[in-house]
């Protein structure tokens, strides 16, 4: 842990619920925090997500994550306990064993992770998430008030978040929202076209989603123009990031699989 800057206060405040560290083992992590990692204390082992706690996204998001846990199990691994001091704020889980699920063409876990997201689907909206409105993509829409619902969403659709193994588990709720029930059924789409799969064959995927087969064309089509304007803005601004590229390039095909706008500035 002394090679891992700063952190000798998180241990300091994860000590009440941990007891002594005993190692960190430090996994990949995305942009919602500033460390992940499995952590062996005197009283046993946890997967932990720190963030500083300063002002902003990274805070809110790992708040988030600890108010919407309890409603979200066990379709999420369980927070046991949080942390929080004036340097550091972090949430402990329970230790899932699994794989990470595999999106291509033909694969056998495409009908678990169909499954997964209708269990998902078909949590109803807690109170805790009444104001939580997504509008993430609404700059990147004329109408975003197609985006709009009353289904909880879990929005973070990705092959790493979807761990299989004796049961199957959505992890890393980063930011829940409130919103039109197919846009998680939505973002797989996309998932699955970045993954190899024609537009066509993922449409087909997430047509096993009520929230799907529900929804109106005119949402569908709004958010797949959303989200090509968005990622190709992404894209442009950032281009030494390849998962951006790619992001874009899926988008932009589902785009004009529904013949909406794929580049076109708005």
Not at 37 to 46: I, L, N, S
């Amino acid at each position: 842990m002394s090679d891992l800057p700063g952190l000798a206060g998180l241990a300091e405040a994860m000590y009440p619920h941990i007891g002594a560290l005993v190692a960190v083992e430090p996994t990949e992590h995305g942009f919602s925090s500033d460390l992940t990692a499995f952590v062996t204390g005197e009283k046993g082992v946890w997967f932990v997500k720190a963030v500083r706690n300063r002002p902003g996204g990274r805070r809110d998001s790992l708040i988030r994550e600890g108010l919407i846990n309890s409603w979200v199990h066990p379709i999420s691994p369980a927070v046991q306990w949080q942390a929080e001091d004036p340097e550091w704020i972090a949430l402990g889980f329970e230790i899932v064993r699994g794989r990470h699920a595999d999106l291509t063409a033909g694969s056998d876990d495409l009908p678990t992770v169909v499954e997964v997201l209708n269990r998902i689907g078909g949590l109803p909206l807690p109170e805790v998430a009444v104001d939580w409105h997504e509008t993430r993509w609404d700059r990147y829409t004329d109408r975003p008030e197609l985006l709009r619902g009353d289904a909880l969403l879990y929005t973070d659709i990705h092959w790493s978040n979807i761990i299989i193994g004796e049961r199957t588990w959505a992890v890393d709720w980063a930011w829940p929202t409130r919103g039109a029930a197919v846009i998680d059924p939505a973002l797989l789409v996309i998932q699955l076209i970045a993954a190899g799969h024609s537009p066509e064959q993922a449409e087909e995927w997430a047509s096993g989603c009520p929230a799907w087969k529900d929804a109106d064309s005119e949402v569908i089509d709004a958010f797949a123009a959303a989200n090509a304007f968005m990622y190709r803005t992404l894209a442009d601004r950032r281009p030494d990031e390849p998962w951006l590229s790619a992001m874009a390039t899926a988008t932009r095909t589902w785009a004009h699989h529904r013949a909406v706008p794929g580049d076109e500035a708005r």
